[in-house]
């Protein structure tokens, strides 16, 4: 694993946005796994401001979302649809058709997560997944358990997760207790991964990952079995180094 590190948030937002951005113009049909959080708030706006200076388009970028909750539909505001399209999709060319979000509210999730599995499947490989970390170690919203061998599943969402993302919902009942998420045997497919990484609180979770054991109980140690993971770290996360 490759660490970059950056002086704080808004230089890893750029310095991500200009890896992506290199890809996407060199790579024929780029496939982008996209993540959601507060941490890929600001590559969305540096992507959004580089094509809107026609720098780049994403009219043949496909893109697959980690995850989503299970109940909410896309008009939700709590959504992970609801949140690329105002933070990223709606803002540039990509065709809708070509910007995938699992369906939470499907009325059969297993059968969604399979065919979520299959439209990746058809586009061969994700040739570059941005991720964020959760601060029990989760990617996507693969818990700490998650077999490394998961595909894209439902998932039970552990109450640390739900208590960390009530601050985006108008009372902390209201966050779903499940979730659709990429499994870590799918996020390992991708041929490289992007790991950002901001702030103090992300400290102690950096370090594990980094100098901790790979182990189903921290699902990011995953990551130190790929052979292509930038982590872009700000000097805040890495403070427990
Ligand atoms: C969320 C998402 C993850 C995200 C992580 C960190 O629950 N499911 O994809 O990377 O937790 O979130 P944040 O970036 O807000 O710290």
Not at 180 to 208: C, H, N, Q
Not at 222 to 233: E, R, S, T
């Amino acid at each position: 694993m490759e660490v970059i590190k950056v002086k704080n948030y808004d230089a890893m937002s750029e310095k991500a946005c200009s890896i992506i951005m290199n890809r996407v113009i060199n790579l024929d049909n780029p496939v982008l796994g996209l993540a959601t959080g507060s941490t890929p708030e600001g590559l969305y706006e540096y992507l959004i401001n580089t094509y809107k200076e026609g720098e780049i388009s994403f009219k043949d970028t496909a893109t697959f979302n980690l995850d989503e909750y299970v109940g909410l539909a896309p008009s939700n505001p709590n959504s992970y649809h609801y949140y690329m399209n105002e933070k990223l999709f709606k803002h540039i060319d990509i065709p809708d058709k070509l910007a995938h979000v699992p369906n939470g509210s499907a009325q059969d999730l297993d059968s969604e997560c399979r065919h979520y599995e299959q439209l990746m499947r058809d586009r061969k490989q994700i040739d570059v997944q941005i991720l964020g970390l959760g601060l029990n170690g989760h990617i996507g919203f693969n818990e700490p358990g998650t077999s490394f061998e998961s595909r894209t599943h439902v998932i039970d969402l552990d109450e640390t997760t739900r208590k960390a993302n009530a601050r985006f919902f108008d009372a902390p009942e209201d966050v779903p207790n499940k979730a659709i998420t990429m499994g870590l045997e799918t996020i390992m497919d991708s041929k490289e991964i992007i790991l950002l990484v901001s702030g103090a609180r992300k400290a102690e979770p950096l370090a594990r990952l980094l100098h901790g054991e790979v182990s189903e109980e921290f699902p990011a140690s995953i990551l130190q079995n790929h052979k292509d993971v930038v982590i872009i770290a700000d000097e805040a996360s890495l403070s427990e180094l």
